[in-house]
T-cell receptor, first 113, second 113 residues
Framework: KAGVTQTPRYLIKTRGQQVTLSCSPI?????VSWYQQTPGQGLQFLFE???????NKGNFPGRFSGRQFSNSRSEMNVSTLELGDSALYLC????????????FGPGTRLLVL | AQSVTQPDIHITVSEGASLELRCNYS??????LFWYVQSPGQGLQLLLK??????LVQGIKGFEAEFKRSQSSFNLRKPSVHWSDAAEYFC???????????FGKGTRLSVIA
């Protein structure tokens, strides 16, 4: 079974631009969660989508948004990029129940200049 | 709200030596606890999880963890470390019920010959 895939793997943007990251979950998984990982703050939860609906949301500004499509693929968008948005963005998928194991993708490394 | 603390930022062990990584949690009821590992440039991989029952949990790659309610701990252990175990290890737990995982800050493990 194919794992979680994220595209692109690396991205360089400049301040003020916007970016869209993509995540394809494991086949059959209906939940997709997004995390931001930085050296200073560690792993922080952004949001979770389940069956195309946002089920949970972390404490991030409105510049961070996401969506999920009917095939469970998910995208997250960051508008008006700031230097502090430089991070590794991780996507995780699961069957949907909170006890289910989350399977993580390799991440997208975003550098904002 | 649930939180997890990993007191050790960085640990160095010799190959073949035993390993114990600490994780402390704060929660009223029995928590649900996970250990993940992240190799350089990779996403997170689940090592093991505890929900209830036997307090000694076996995981992949020869790891185990023991839940100790009296000490609010869920420490990860391995009897003999291999060089390939060098990675970052994260303890995690959902805040409550069907909520996202809260991760500890992580412990970076270095293995020396």
């Amino acid at each position: 079974k194919a794992g979680v895939t994220q595209t692109p793997r690396y991205l360089i943007k400049t301040r003020g631009q916007q970016v869209t990251l993509s995540c394809s979950p494991i086949s059959g998984h209906r939940s997709v969660s997004w995390y931001q990982q930085t050296p200073g703050q560690g792993l922080q939860f952004l949001f979770e989508y389940f069956s195309e609906t946002q089920r949970n949301k972390g404490n991030f500004p409105g510049r961070f948004s996401g969506r999920q499509f009917s095939n469970s693929r998910s995208e997250m968008n960051v508008s008006t990029l700031e230097l502090g948005d430089s991070a590794l963005y991780l996507c995780a998928s699961s069957l949907g129940g909170w006890q289910e194991t989350q399977y993580f993708g390799p991440g997208t490394r975003l550098l904002v200049l | 709200a649930q939180s997890v603390t990993q007191p050790d930022i960085h640990i160095t062990v010799s190959e073949g030596a035993s390993l114990e990584l600490r994780c402390n949690y704060s929660y009223g009821a029995t928590p649900y606890l996970f250990w993940y590992v992240q190799s350089p440039g990779q996403g997170l991989q689940l090592l093991l999880k505890y929900f209830s029952g036997d307090t000694l949990v076996q995981g992949i790659k020869g790891f185990e963890a023991e839940f100790k309610r009296s000490q609010s701990s869920f420490n990860l252990r391995k009897p003999s470390v291999h060089w390939s175990d060098a990675a970052e290890y994260f303890c995690a737990s959902p805040q409550s019920g069907n909520t996202p995982l809260v991760f500890g800050k992580g412990t970076r493990l270095s293995v020396i010959a």
